[in-house]
Each structure stands twice: as C-alpha cells, then as structure tokens.
C-alpha cells in the first residue's frame, strides 16, 4: 500500500518530543562536506526521508537538514545500512552533540506518528517522494518546530533530523573522531557487525 499524500491542513495539535539539555546525539559524516554541525543546503535527494528542500535539488538554499540518531547503533546503522559496509579507511568521522538548549520535534515513534495520520510505514517506506511531501508539510505548518523524530528503518533506533530552525548554538561537540581512530574504531566495529554490517 502507498504512503499517502499529506492533507491540505495537518492536526493542529501533534505529538511532540523535547530534546533537552545533556541528551547526546550521534552523527557520521564526511570532513569534505564540511565539520561535524554542518547542515546540508542542497536537496532533497532521492534517498533521504526527511528533506524538507523544495524541488529540484539545489532551488531552495534557505532550507536544510542534519541527520542524526540517539545512539552509535542507530547512527551507524543508518549511516552504512544501505551499503552494507563500514570501512575504517574511507575519511568519515563520527561526532557526538550535546544538546545546550531545547530543540522541539514533531514525534513519529510509536502511536506518535497517528496524531499525524500516519502509521510506522512513514519510517519504513522507501517511497522517499512521498516521504519528503511529508516533510515539506511538517515544515511548512508547525513552524514552531525544529525537526523531526522518528524510529530508523535498519535498526529500529531512534533518529531526528533537524531542520534549519534548529539554531547551531543549541547543541556542543562532546566528542569528534576519525572512524580509524583507536580509541572509537573498536565500538564502532562491534556495533557494526550487530547490525551484520561488514567490516574493512
């Protein structure tokens, strides 16, 4: 069954998640790309649940996004779930956020996502078209709130996006490594082989 389109007029009152003060969150990213707090600008792409962009790629540079997950397992496996492989060498690094001021989400885990009129497959489909109509909805009527939360499709994990009202002064670097790094390298591999990704 597809995932329908949003309504013209969304509920007016959803559920909500608060992230507050000392929670942590988890993100993998690329140095090339930028540093670790580094919203991405260009979107939506084709695979992301949660754009917001405006189509096509690239047209709406006052929208971005920054992914991340509760957990190493979750940000992992979201990270590297699609290819199936976590390679030490490739120059991805792996950062740990703490959040400094309250970050307000629109909360989809559980019986959250029916205050939406949705069900879980909002975070298990992979009709990201439909998906990212969603996000653009989300967006665009509760603008009170800085991103989304939302169980992960390759681990059951809690994960949130954040959207370009999250300010960057809500959140502090607690830790920023390299994945060959020995003092991470080794927790990294042991969640990646639980989520049976291979390890090189």
């Known amino acids: 069954m597809s995932l329908p389109a949003p309504p013209a007029v969304l509920p007016e009152q959803p559920a909500l998640h608060t992230l507050r003060a000392g929670d942590r969150l988890v993100r993998f990213y690329d140095p090339g790309r930028g540093p670790w707090r580094q919203p991405r600008t260009f979107g939506p792409l084709s695979d992301l649940r949660f754009d917001h962009h405006l189509p096509p790629p690239g047209s709406a540079t006052s929208r971005s996004v920054w992914y991340a997950a509760t957990s190493l397992l979750g940000a992992l496996s979201e990270s590297f779930g699609?290819?199936?492989?976590?390679?030490?060498?490739?120059?991805?690094?792996?950062?740990?956020?703490?959040?400094?001021?309250?970050?307000?989400?629109?909360?989809?885990?559980?019986?959250?996502?029916?205050?939406?009129?949705?069900?879980?497959?909002?975070?298990a489909t992979t009709e990201y078209d439909r998906t990212q109509l969603w996000a653009r909805a989300f967006y665009e009527q509760y603008v009170a709130l800085h991103g989304v939360r939302w169980r992960g499709r390759q681990a059951g994990s809690i994960c949130v996006v954040l959207n370009d009202r999250?300010?960057?002064?809500?959140?502090?670097?607690?830790?920023?490594?390299?994945?060959?790094?020995?003092?991470?390298?080794?927790?990294?591999?042991?969640a990646a082989r639980r989520c049976r990704l291979r390890v090189i």
């Open 82 to 123: 699609r290819l199936g492989v976590v390679d030490r060498e490739a120059g991805r690094r792996v950062a740990v956020a703490r959040v400094i001021a309250p970050i307000a989400l629109l909360d989809l885990v559980g019986v959250g996502a029916r205050s939406v009129g949705l069900t879980q497959e909002i975070a």
């Open 166 to 190: 999250a300010g960057a002064a809500a959140l502090a670097l607690d830790a920023d490594h390299d994945l060959a790094d020995r003092e991470v390298w080794p927790r990294i591999a042991r």
